[in-house]
């Protein structure tokens, strides 16, 4: 029975992921959601803006789902491979798609767009507030720095962006002279039913514990597996925070 476990987790961290896709854990993993809507939120921001941008956009599959754009949409995503997917799916809709570090530097002029979105992409407060217009809106939602700290904990690995922290963005962003609109953070359960639904997921998202490797980590995940067979539940805690400020 163990080899045929390991069978199945092997098979599970070989299956292909690519833009931000996880329909292959259909039925096999829940998550819950903020109390808020962050699409609904986005989708009404959109339709009250002309130059807009979506900021680490990865496959484009959120940003899609916006569409059609009242006026010139634009897309940047960092990670190379994700950049044939999201102009596949963007372009279509005519939307622009560029590749650029979004922390660092991206390939637009100041004061280029009156919307910015980023959902769950790292950014640079500095360069968020440089490339908006003045009363320009940049809304985020944003993955907390202790995200899934019982997770990581069980394989001995550290939080990848511990300071990635509601108070910590909240400050740097009203340092620029930016005014907080709204500032909120939730946290809640994701549930996996079966280990080699998390392997999947751990491969698909490396930087939760970084090098993750079934052979190497066995031991984690045959805990894990014991836990599951005891009829305790697979879960573990998201942290999410949302932020709207507006340059003034």
Do not use: C
């Not at 009404?44 to 789902?65: K, M, N, P, S």
């Not at 279509?92 to 009156?114: C, H, I, Y």
């Not at 970084?210 to 984690?220: E, I, S």
């Amino acid at each position: 029975m163990a080899d045929e476990r390991l069978e199945h987790w092997l098979k599970d961290a070989a299956a292909p992921f690519s833009g931000w896709d996880f329909s292959y854990l259909d039925g096999r993993f829940e998550e819950a959601e903020p109390p808020w809507d962050y699409p609904t939120l986005a989708r009404d921001a959109v339709q009250r803006a002309f130059a807009i941008l979506d900021v680490a956009t990865g496959g484009g599959e959120r940003f899609a789902a916006l569409a059609p754009f009242p006026g010139q949409a634009t897309a940047v995503e960092g990670f190379a491979p994700n950049i044939p997917i999201a102009r596949r799916r963007l372009e279509p809709l005519g939307v622009r798609v560029f590749e650029g570090n979004t922390q660092s530097g991206m390939p637009f002029e100041d004061g280029a767009f009156d919307l910015v979105l980023n959902r769950h992409g790292g950014f640079r407060a500095a360069e968020m507030h440089r490339i908006l217009k003045p009363d320009g809106v940049f809304l985020t939602q944003q993955v907390g720095g202790d995200n899934l700290a019982d997770l990581t904990a069980v394989f001995g690995a550290e939080l990848p962006y511990p300071d990635n922290t509601l108070a910590r963005v909240r400050a740097d962003l009203a340092a620029l002279g930016m005014e907080i609109r709204h500032a909120e953070e939730w946290r809640g359960p994701i549930k996996f039913f079966d280990v080699g639904a998390l392997v999947y997921f751990l491969k698909a998202i490396p930087w939760v514990v970084r090098d993750f490797d079934v052979t190497r980590q066995l031991v984690p995940l045959r805990t894990l597996q014991a836990r599951l067979d005891a009829g305790q539940p697979l879960a573990f805690t998201y942290t999410r925070f949302l932020i709207e400020a507006v340059k003034a």
